[in-house]
């Protein structure tokens, strides 16, 4: 099992530029829920770890339900109590292989509102859609916790790429080309990237990111994901990302002294027109 604090992730081969043929795109689907036009999918990276961590995954989450369950309820309440709408919000994700499933959050943001506010768009700092109780929920991250039940139906991992929009998965992988390798394996409530790099705010906040998804999944492993999630706890306890980083020794394959052997992002020109948002 590969180590992945003891190897340079941008000198490796594994981290060359990837081949249109290496994607294996499939045709596209349609989403039940949303009525969008999923993006082409991307056939599912094969690991001897992946059997192991979905037993895993159940066994955390059934463990991490439990002891959530109260707060979980109880955050319900308080958005039920604060604002009008529900307590659950749902939105449509592509995960695994680009198939479209359902996340569950809890509500942070007034209902309805990117009918009201223009359409989707990123979130922003204090953004005025989020409400005071949202705002706490995210700070703490509360709002997560509703994707256990995700991860429990195998929609998601406990530990990989976040999940995207399937309105925006399009445009970003004419954009990006490396984008769809996301889709190689179950999105995550966690990740590198998550405990790493600040939410995404524009293409290049993207690329970046993408430099960690592919870190992970070309390296994925036991004691990799233990890591991301006790760095998960250390992020949460209030240490930065740098702090995260250097306790658990985490490969940083952006550093500017691996530039000149980074993974190149390859883009269209479109790029600098396209600027995807979402409000999640």
């Known amino acids: 099992m590969m180590n992945p604090s003891k190897k340079s992730y941008a000198s490796t081969p594994e981290f060359e530029p990837i081949r249109p043929s290496v994607l294996k795109l499939v045709s596209p689907t349609e989403s039940p829920d949303s009525g969008h036009r999923a993006s082409p999918q991307i056939a599912p ?95 703490l991250h509360i709002d997560e916790l509703p994707q256990l ?54 293409l290049d906040s993207v690329r970046k990111k993408i430099v960690l998804d592919r870190c992970y999944i070309d390296s994925r492993g036991l004691w990799f994901d233990l890591k991301l999630i006790i760095g998960t706890a250390i992020y949460l306890a209030g240490f930065s990302y740098a702090a995260v980083r250097r306790l658990l020794a985490l490969p940083n394959p952006l550093m500017p002294c691996q530039q000149d052997s980074e993974i190149r992002i390859h883009s269209t020109p479109a790029q600098h027109e396209m600027t995807p948002q979402t409000s999640i």
């Open 45 to 139: 990276s094969k690991s001897a770890y992946d059997p192991l961590k979905r037993i895993l995954d159940l066994l955390a989450c059934i463990v991490l339900l439990v002891f959530t369950c109260p707060i979980l309820l109880a955050g319900w309440l308080l958005v039920k109590a604060t604002s009008k709408g529900p307590g659950i919000y749902t939105q449509t994700r592509l995960g695994l292989g680009g198939r479209p499933f359902r996340i569950y959050k809890l509500r942070t943001m007034a209902n309805n509102c990117e009918a009201t506010s223009g359409g989707a768009k990123w979130s922003t700092v204090n953004d005025p859609r989020v409400t005071p109780v949202g705002r706490l929920f995210r700070k």
């Open 149 to 202: 039940f995700n991860v429990f139906s195998g929609d998601m991992s406990l530990v990989g790429p976040r999940p995207e929009r399937p309105e925006f998965v399009e445009p970003l992988s004419a954009s990006i080309r490396e984008y769809p390798l996301r889709l190689a394996v179950r999105p995550g409530v966690t990740g590198l990237a998550q405990i790493q790099l600040p939410s995404d705010t524009d």
